[in-house]
């Protein structure tokens, strides 16, 4: 059974910084290339960061330069370290596979950024 849990989420001030975690399960995840997704209020899901199992990467345009994405295969985690971030960027944040599976969502992570 494939499990994604996020984790790091939480309520920060606009320039701050914070760090996700993914923790993957049930998957080959050293095969598998990864993304994290964004859920703003109001607003569908959407792709902010992908890696691919060679490590390359991939960023949304008003993400690029403030977020990076890395992955530890060894660990079967990976993560999303996001700094200067702006109040834009809050939203639930989950991970998936890129493409994403629609059985695999987890609850995903919170991440709110005031003003």
């Known amino acids: 059974q494939v499990q994604l849990v996020e984790s790091g989420g939480g309520l920060v001030q606009a320039g701050g910084s914070l760090r996700l975690s993914c923790a993957a399960a049930?998957?080959?995840?050293?095969?598998?290339?990864m993304g994290w997704y964004r859920q703003a209020p109001g607003k569908p899901r959407e792709l902010v960061a992908a890696?691919?199992?060679?490590?390359?990467?991939d960023y949304q345009a008003s993400v690029k330069g403030r977020f990076t994405i890395s992955r530890d295969n060894a660990r079967n985690t990976m993560y999303l370290r996001m700094d200067s971030l702006k109040p834009e960027d809050t939203g639930v944040y989950y991970c998936?596979?890129?493409?994403?599976?629609?059985?695999?969502w987890g609850q995903g992570t919170q991440v709110t950024v005031s003003s």
């Open positions: 890696i691919t199992t060679s490590d390359r990467t």
């Open positions: 049930g998957i080959i995840f050293k095969f598998s290339a």
């Open positions: 998936n596979t890129r493409p994403a599976s629609d059985v695999w």
